[in-house]
């Protein structure tokens, strides 16, 4: 039985396996209609969750399966204080497979540890997110024809942002990828992710804090929100929340086949008039999230479609 707990658990050959199935689901939808009839997804959601809950319960609808779950802490038995293990031996009597997010870092490891199903890791603290990742490579692979040979930038809150962190990760293992590490001092990316992910990769990285400056080499940006969950004072918060706003005029220095992704949701770092702009792919990336766990789901159920 396997595991997303990060995504690193993929190799680059299965990886590329994975997305190719995306892409073939984006282009032959009927093709899975039944795919998972009778199976079930339980989604185990301990903090807020718009997009990666429901685009989990869609891609198992889409594949003809169920889905049951909470999308609250509050409203399951851990107000009651049951811990995760105990709740992931229970859910293990009712799904095929769960997908848990938790405000814990390490909290859906733990569940895996104790599960009778595949766990899938939602999203842990300021951690991982590693379906965001496969979402975000899909989404780059298809715009973009490759993964390897970029110039990337990540622009926001790269501290507390745990997609940054797990793009990061899955980037390094490509060739020629140069990363542009867009912060405000305090925002920068953590030591761990600086020194032994990218330092030890090898690959070529610059940290700047002005957007200006760097968006013109861009072959991609990507723009985060500042994570106010994450702020221990709000006072900080609300000193760094409007840091960075993607407008018109900035969109100008950027070249014709940048690409705009962003995990969303977004508060005001990108200004709505950036949406019309034909780079913006934020939208779109969102709608690659669902062909990718729906790919994801049938890999860890091993469900063959021919
Ligand atoms: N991108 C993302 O994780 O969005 P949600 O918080 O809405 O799931």
Do not use: W
């Amino acid at each position: 039985m396997r595991h997303l707990m990060s995504p690193l658990d993929f190799s680059v050959e299965e990886l590329e396996r994975l997305l190719d199935l995306a892409n073939d689901i984006e282009n032959h939808r009927d093709k899975y209609a039944h795919a998972c009839d009778g199976k079930k997804l339980a989604t185990l959601f301990y903090e807020p969750s718009t997009r990666t809950r429901l685009s989990f319960e869609a891609a198992m609808l889409n594949l003809g399966g169920s889905v049951l779950g909470f999308s609250s802490a509050d409203s399951s038995s851990a107000a009651k204080g049951e811990s995760v293990a105990d709740t992931i031996r229970v859910i293990s009597c009712y799904a095929d497979i769960a997908a848990m997010r938790h405000p814990k870092e390490g909290a859906p490891l733990v569940a895996a540890l104790h599960s009778g199903i595949p766990v899938i890791n939602a999203g842990d603290g300021g951690h991982q997110h590693p379906t965001q990742t496969l979402t975000d490579l899909l989404t780059i692979r298809s715009l973009k024809g490759r993964l390897g040979g970029l110039t990337i930038g990540l622009c926001g809150d790269l501290k507390f942002g745990r997609t940054v962190h797990s793009l990061i990760n899955a980037l390094v293992r490509y060739e020629n990828v140069r990363f542009v590490l867009i912060s405000p001092e305090e925002l920068r990316v953590p030591d761990y992710v600086r020194e032994d992910v990218l330092r030890k990769s090898g690959h070529e990285f610059t940290e700047v804090t002005r957007l200006e400056d760097a968006i013109p080499e861009l072959d991609i940006l990507y723009m985060t929100r500042v994570q106010r969950e994450r702020f221990f004072n709000e006072e900080d918060y609300v000193r760094m929340k409007d840091f960075y706003i993607l407008d018109k005029e900035k969109m100008r220095l950027a070249g014709p086949e940048m690409m705009v992704l962003h995990p969303l949701p977004r508060v005001n770092e990108i200004s709505v008039e950036v949406d019309s702009d034909p780079r913006a792919a934020y939208f779109k990336q969102a709608q690659y999230g669902v062909y990718v766990r729906m790919a994801l789901i049938l890999t860890l159920l091993e469900v063959n479609v021919c």
